[in-house]
């Protein structure tokens, strides 16, 4: 058991090194609106795997990736594989994330600076982890090979995930927020690599 154990977290770790490579853009801010959040579009819940998915609003959002980390175990993984932490405004520019450690592990997003190129309250609130579930495997198997440093385009929803045993995970609806409940958790319809 000892071994089995090993062998997947070396293949975990082998899967995590080949999928993040890195793209670089250059200096300049790369996307720089805000996501859009709307009203939720009337889409029926949807039953996936077990779990019941429900809109709570409209998404859409173009970011530059700052990290990818995928998951394997739990039952956030059984929906949700990847997770993108995205930065808009400053925060997709390389001048100023080249000032910022940047790392993702546990579903979380977390950041640290010596020196702020831009106010520490800009990062928290034009940056966020934003945990995906994808609708369907064309969309998941897109977002497997996104790398670090791309602009992203994508639209959907953010919604809340049931189970009948009681487990709940639900979306932040707000980029104001930061720490436990502020990632964004996001029923992705639309995928798309954008061009710079």
Known sequence: MKKLLILISFLVVAWQLL???TTELGPGVKAPLPPFQGPPSGQAPINKDGYLI???ASFSINAKVLSKEFYFLGREADLSPVDLALGWGRMSDE???SQID???SGRWYRWQSK???IPRR???TSSANMHMIPADNEIKLALSRVKEGQIIQLTG???KVEANDGWRW???LTREDTGNGACELIYVKHFSIVDI
């Open 122 to 124: 800009e990062i928290e």
């Open 102 to 104: 940047i790392s993702q």
């Open 19 to 21: 999928f993040k490579m």
């Open 115 to 117: 020196n702020f190129a």
């Open 157 to 159: 929803s953010l919604v």
């Open 95 to 97: 001048s100023v994330l």
């Open 170 to 172: 639900k979306s932040s």
């Open 54 to 56: 429900t809109e709570l």
